[in-house]
């Protein structure tokens, strides 16, 4: 079977990138990355997609007007390689309405918190500030409001009595790195289903949840 075409967004380090490219790598994944792009010239990222010879452009933007520009190079180079998913890894740029709309349901993120919980930047401290037990990931699709959409894949990570902001955010970061290869897996199989809000996932002519991975003990079964 064809492989679904995907574009990764990346503005900065690129790890959920990499392990994107270590599971699109193996022969029986069925998905493969076509095309990189960075917002930013600097992303160290853009050396990893460089390195697994994936076409890697720089589409850098300025403020205001320039917004619409900037999406329409965006959209020429994705089609220019055919993408029919985008991936955003650490995509730090807010996407337009039009933008989101225009790829609902092809559209997707993740975000280093269990959402709804902890939407955008600093989670980590605000994680560790708001005494909560558990923390985690989350792939989901984008709608127009940041970190916001139908959740496909979330990763649990307890918090530690003595843990700061660099070991949390280290531990959440091993499980994006599971959980982003699974989603786009699962989308590529053609099993994840989007209605309203919730997303299922088909598993053997059966509609299940989407998964979590490290569940808590007590929750499991
Ligand atoms: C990750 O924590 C991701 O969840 C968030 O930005 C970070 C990107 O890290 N959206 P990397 O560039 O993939 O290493």
Request: charged share 20%; glycine share 8%.
């Amino acid at each position: 079977m064809a492989k679904l075409k995907v574009a990764v967004l990346i503005s900065g380090r690129g790890s959920n990138l990499q392990a994107l490219i270590d599971a699109c790598a193996r022969p029986e994944f069925p998905a493969e990355i076509v095309l990189t792009i960075s917002n930013r010239a600097d992303a160290p990222g853009l050396a990893r997609a460089a390195a697994a010879n994936i076409p890697a452009i720089v589409i850098e933007h300025g403020q205001g007007d320039e917004r619409e520009a900037f999406e329409a190079a965006l959209t020429e180079a994705i089609a220019a390689h055919e993408a029919e998913l985008i991936c955003l890894a650490g995509f730090m740029r807010l996407l337009t309405a039009t933008f989101v709309e225009r790829w609902r349901n092809r559209l997707i993120n993740i975000h280093p918190s269990l959402l709804p919980a902890f939407p955008g930047i600093n989670v980590h401290a605000r994680v560790l500030e708001a005494g909560v037990r558990f923390s985690g990931c989350t792939v989901h699709f984008v709608r127009a409001e940041m970190d916001d959409g139908p959740i496909i894949v979330q990763g649990a990570v307890p918090v530690l009595a003595d843990d700061d902001e660099d070991g949390l955010a280290a531990r959440v970061l091993a499980v994006e790195h599971r959980c982003y290869p699974l989603a786009l897996r699962l989308i590529a199989e053609g099993r994840v289903r989007v209605a309203g809000l919730h997303v299922t996932i088909d598993d053997g002519g059966q509609r299940a949840p989407p998964p979590i991975l490290n569940p808590p003990d007590d929750i499991v079964g």
